[in-house]
């Protein structure tokens, strides 16, 4: 009689399957001292970069800009655009897959007229922004209310603690930006 295998949900062959397939290292978070002992590059501004986005555990970043066509126009049924910058593969520039397009990192647009629209992201729908021209510059920002203060975004930041792909164990999120009533540079945190 043969004993059975104690089944893992994963082999450790195909959790290096996923982290290629979704673009993360595979490794334990040891320093629990430091909010995050990685130090992150800052991308370099692109003319129509509105934020970007980093998180545990590794430094490849993605960026969202404004979705313009030949003529400079927004493109109404996609105004935000969204890829990676692969620093873990000298910063080489890449698109995001479906999965992390339709599951992850992607942005659901409702155009709400006179070129302003309600942005979510579709891993987490209860955080509205909204993309439209700034009175001061005349150019497009994406705005976010969060602990009572309207921010111009300009990053994001998700601290990860474990968990997996699917299910991971997120414990806050940074938002960094201009605060719209002083000015000022401002880092707000929600915890999860």
């Given at each position: ?20 397939l979704f673009n993360t290292d595979v490794y334990a978070q040891n ?40 003529e400079g126009d927004i493109v109404k049924k996609e105004p935000v ?51 439209l021209k700034s009175p001061d510059d005349k150019k497009y920002h ?51």
């Amino acid at each position: 009689m043969k004993t059975a295998r104690p089944r893992t949900f994963f082999s450790p062959s195909i959790w290096v399957i996923v982290a290629m397939l979704f673009n993360t290292d595979v490794y334990a978070q040891n320093d629990n001292s430091n909010p995050s002992p990685i130090k992150f590059p800052t991308p370099q501004v692109t003319s129509n970069q509105l934020f970007y986005l980093q998180r545990d555990p590794n430094t490849n970043t993605i960026v969202y800009e404004l979705n313009v066509d030949k003529e400079g126009d927004i493109v109404k049924k996609e105004p935000v655009k969204a890829y990676w910058i692969r620093y873990t593969e000298k910063g080489k520039k890449v698109d995001l897959n479906y999965i992390q397009r339709k599951f992850a990192y992607g942005i659901q647009s409702k155009d709400l007229g006179d070129n302003y629209y309600e942005l979510k992201f579709v891993a987490h729908k209860q955080l509205p922004m909204y993309l439209l021209k700034s009175p001061d510059d005349k150019k497009y920002h994406v705005y976010v209310t969060v602990n009572n203060k309207k921010l111009q975004l300009q990053r994001i930041f998700l601290r990860i603690e474990g968990g997996s792909f699917w299910l991971p164990n997120v414990k806050y999120v940074e938002l960094k930006g201009i605060n719209t009533a002083n000015k000022v540079q401002t880092v707000e945190r929600i915890k999860i």
